[in-house]
Each structure stands twice: as C-alpha cells, then as structure tokens.
C-alpha cells in the first residue's frame, strides 16, 4: 500500500514518542508498525521542506526575493553565433529545514519514508534535501511527470494550489512574482496562507502522480474556503477523475485491517 502523508501526519508516524498525548497517536504507532513490516511504503512530498519549512513571517520576503540563475552563453556554429540561457537551481536563498521539521527528518528517513519532488522551472530548492531525495528514474519519470503536470494543471484550474499565489502576485504586477515583491505589508498573512495552498496542491498532485492508495492527512480544510484543494468540492472531483482518496490515521487504520483480513 503506498501512502503520501501529510505536514500534518508524518511526524507522528515518524516520531511517535514524542508526540505522547496527541489523540491521533495510538493509530499513528500502529501505522509505524505496518510500515516496519512492509504493508505501507510512506512518502512525503518534497513542498513541506521547501515551501512549509520557511516560516510564516518570512515566505512574503522569501518569494518575492528568490530568483533563479540565468546563465547565458553563446558559441559559434559554422559561422552563426548560437545564444542560449539556462536556467540553474538556486540553493543558497532556503533557509534549511525549519528545526521542527529537523527534528523528525532522521526518523522519517531511517523508518524508510521517501521524499518526492514536484519539479517547477527554477522551483524552490532546499539543499539539506536535495541528496535525500527518491530518484525516479526511465519511463517511470516520464510517466510521473506527465500525470503531475497535467494534475498541477487541472488543479490551478480550479483557482486551486499554486494559483492562489498567482493571483495575489498579478493583483500588483502581470509577472506574479514581481508582484509579491510588490504586495505591501499588510498582504502577507494572504501569501503566507497561499503558498501553505501552493504546497497542499502540489502534495496532492504527486499523490495522484505516484499512484499513491491514499492521502493520509488531518487537514479538513474547513476555513480555507471552496477554493482549497482539500475543500469538499474539489476533493469530489479529484476523487472521482482521479480516485484521489484521503484518510486521516485511524481511518487508514481501518483499511490496513481489511486488507490484511481478505489476504488472509
């Protein structure tokens, strides 16, 4: 059975000691168990350590302020001058880990939880991750890729993801991310809470894109509105384009249950 599990889940699994009094706790020690004995393959998606792992008073600074390298050359091809730009990952602006996510990393990493990317042009990059990464590799990454951007599209779509983003950035400039810099002050509890939507989208699209069984995750969604991705309306047409299904710990609990009972 192969789970994504949410920001919210995975440091519980991970972690359960130190998480005594926690009231998800007893299912999320049981589901450490299953994953030890080889019934779960657990991932995480890549945007809690870029994205989430910046602090909320920070992301306003951060994105406005991140920019890729552009590096252009040009050479000579019988007598013609060849231009080209390339764009280069930028790892020294993230912060690292934020040190509650540290904390956890090594148990999640050790209990074999694997760590997946939603790869955007001169996307956020955190080098403390960057080497622990799982490698997809061959046709399987071209099928990954496909199914994720195709997601990640029909989620924008839906004014969903990382169109919330978006759309603050282009209220104060056409290129978005000019626009954040742009943004005054008082708009940065909205783009902290959107890229907190920029990551749940992306987490949700590699769910889908890994074929994952589930989306473990505690996320209501109840004050986020229709236009989150985890809202009841676009989980219903998630599940039903997609088969995208979510479960909190003890629900998943309950499936492992009936499955290891009809394998019997």
């Not at 496909?146 to 993801?161: D, H, N, P």
């Not at 990551?199 to 509105?225: P, Q």
């Amino acid at each position: 059975m192969k789970i994504l599990f949410d920001s919210n889940v995975w440091r519980l699994v991970a972690s359960p000691d130190k998480f005594p009094n926690d009231p998800s706790i007893e299912a999320c020690r049981k589901i450490k168990e299953n994953i030890e004995k080889g019934y779960i393959v657990p991932y995480l998606a890549e945007t809690m350590f870029t994205i989430e792992s910046i602090k909320r008073k920070n992301r306003k600074e951060f994105i406005s302020k991140y920019k890729p390298q552009i590096i252009c050359t040009e050479r000579d091809q019988n007598g013609s001058i060849i231009n080209t730009s390339k764009i280069v990952k930028e790892y020294s602006m993230h912060p690292g880990n934020h040190p509650i996510l540290a904390e956890h990393l090594n148990d999640a990493i050790s209990l074999g939880f694997k760590i997946v990317r939603c790869p955007r042009i001169a996307g956020i990059i955190n080098p403390e991750i960057e080497k622990l990464r799982f490698k997809i590799t061959g046709n399987d990454l071209n099928n990954y890729h496909t199914k994720l951007f195709e997601v990640c599209g029909k989620i924008e779509s839906k004014g969903a993801g990382f169109d919330h983003i978006k759309i603050i950035g282009e209220e104060y400039d056409p290129i978005w991310i000019k626009g954040i810099d742009k943004a005054p002050d008082e708009e940065w509890p909205k783009i902290s809470k959107a890229m907190a939507e920029w990551a749940d989208g992306d987490s949700v699209a590699i769910s889908i894109a890994l074929e994952c069984d589930y989306f473990c995750t505690r996320d209501k969604a109840i004050n986020a509105g229709e236009k989150s991705v985890l809202s009841e309306v676009n989980l219903n047409w998630l599940n039903e384009e997609y088969n995208f299904k979510t479960v909190t710990p003890d629900e998943l609990l309950i499936e492992i249950f009936e499955i290891t009972i009809h394998n019997k």
